[in-house]
């Protein structure tokens, strides 16, 4: 930018402002005069003055009288003049600390992510706990978004895979493990910021976790986390094992979805496990729709929907378990849409659906073992229509006879009739 254009930017904004100060004191005083002719016409209908005497004459008393008046307006209006500079001056303050602080956030933001590219794990560690106390102090919303954005981001990044603890690649080794090390960090923080209480410092509840497409090889505990309003993506996410250390364990246990989405479509998993036990649904979302289960657990026992929705529209059962049992189901949905059971285990054991919808429309029952035993379905609206295999474990049994209205099954399942 040119000195001459940079001129004209800086004369057209005191313009502005000054223009802006122009109405603000035109408005007031307007505001002033609509104010005291209110006041003095009240005063003369509350005394019941009906004329002014045009007779009488102006005496000394009356003319001082009249210039103390007059120097009472002219110091009503200085005072409302300094009264709306002040307060104009008091906004140009707040707008100058507001950029200082994001000047002062964008210069350690900077600084942060030079050392996540470091080629130190220790200083990738540093920048990953820098940039987690930005995201706590950011000035706004949108910086501290951004913070937690760049930390997903460094998870998305493709990474060299553990070499072995052979003696000849002995380093490559250790610097694997520091590295997993750092994504792990961030993993932790993560959890934990989310377990803090809305509206504190340090809360990131209220924000978006992007982590489409990581690997998870570790533990990630989300235990007690609150999403509310949120959206977390774990879209196309592997949650693995490793040569060395035991299967990942991703957990919500006990975490509250009032709002947020949790969102696994098209994970792999191939071991580990993701615990929601005794979470709360009032209006989340978690959904799996088009993921794979080739081993691993999924466990969302005893659980509590009252509002929320579950999918796994379109995943493909192949290994593991996928329990639900002691689930309790009050309304929302719980959906296996286009699902197939090919093997591995799906338990509905001791659930119950009191309200809402659970759909297993045009489910391929193949091969997975899937329990409905000491299931309780007392008016939710339960759909098998179009389904292809045996009637699974113990839904029958649990069904009664006759059956509920509420619960379609396909005709090939109901008993036969003598």
């Known amino acids: 930018m040119t000195a001459n254009r940079r001129l004209r930017v800086a004369t057209n904004e005191r313009g502005l402002r000054i223009s802006r100060i122009g109405w603000a004191l035109t408005l007031a005083f307007a505001a002033a005069v609509l104010v005291a002719a209110g006041v003095f016409y009240g005063l003369v209908v509350l005394l019941d003055f009906q004329e002014i005497d045009s007779t009488s004459k102006l005496d000394a008393k009356t003319l001082f009288d009249l210039l103390k008046l007059s120097f009472g307006v002219v110091a009503g209006s200085g005072a ?21 602080a994001t000047r002062l956030h964008t210069e350690r ?27 706590d102090d ?12 760049v930390l997903c981001a460094y998870l998305q990044l493709p990474f060299t895979p553990d070499p072995g603890d052979g003696h000849a690649h002995q380093e490559e080794h250790h610097r694997y493990l520091a590295l997993r090390k750092v994504r792990h960090t961030i ?20 924000c978006d976790l992007d982590l489409t497409g990581v690997t998870i090889d570790g533990s990630l505990d989300f235990h007690g986390a609150v999403f509310s309003g949120s959206r977390v993506s774990f879209d196309h996410a592997t949650f693995s094992g490793s040569a060395v250390f035991s299967d990942g364990v991703v957990s919500f246990d006990g975490a509250t979805f009032s709002g947020g989405t949790v969102s696994f479509d098209h994970a792999a998993f191939s071991s580990g496990a993701v615990y929601f036990s005794d979470a709360v649904f009032s209006g989340g979302a978690v959904s799996f729709s088009g993921a794979v289960f080739s081993g691993g657990m999924v466990s969302l026992g005893s659980a509590v929907f ?32 286009y699902a197939t059971l090919s093997s591995g285990t799906l338990n509905f054991s001791g659930a119950t659906f009191s309200s809402g919808t659970v759909y297993f429309n045009a489910t391929v029952f193949s091969g997975s073992t899937v329990y409905f035993n000491t299931t309780v379905f007392s008016g939710s ?8 295999g045996p009637a699974p474990d113990g839904l029958l049994a649990a069904l009664g006879t006759p059956i509920p209205g509420t619960v379609a099954l396909p005709s090939h399942w109901l008993p036969s009739t003598p």
């Open 80 to 100: 409302l003049v300094a009264l709306v500079v002040a307060y104009r001056r008091q906004r140009v303050d707040e707008a100058g600390a507001h950029r200082e």
């Open 306 to 337: 009252s509002g929320g929705e579950v999918s796994f529209d379109s995943a493909t059962f192949s290994g593991g378990t996928v329990s639900l049992h002691s689930l309790v189901f009050s309304g929302g949905a719980v959906s296996f849409q």
């Open 109 to 135: 933001f900077s600084q942060a992510v030079d050392k996540l590219g470091s080629d130190s794990p220790a200083v990738r560690l540093g920048g990953v706990h820098a940039l987690a106390g930005l995201a």
């Open 138 to 149: 950011a000035p706004e919303d949108s910086l501290r978004q951004t913070c937690i954005d």
């Open 187 to 206: 993993l932790r923080l993560i959890g934990d910021h989310f377990r803090i209480p809305e509206g504190t410092h340090r809360s990131w509840q209220g």
């Open 381 to 388: 609206t339960v759909s098998f229509d179009h389904v292809t």
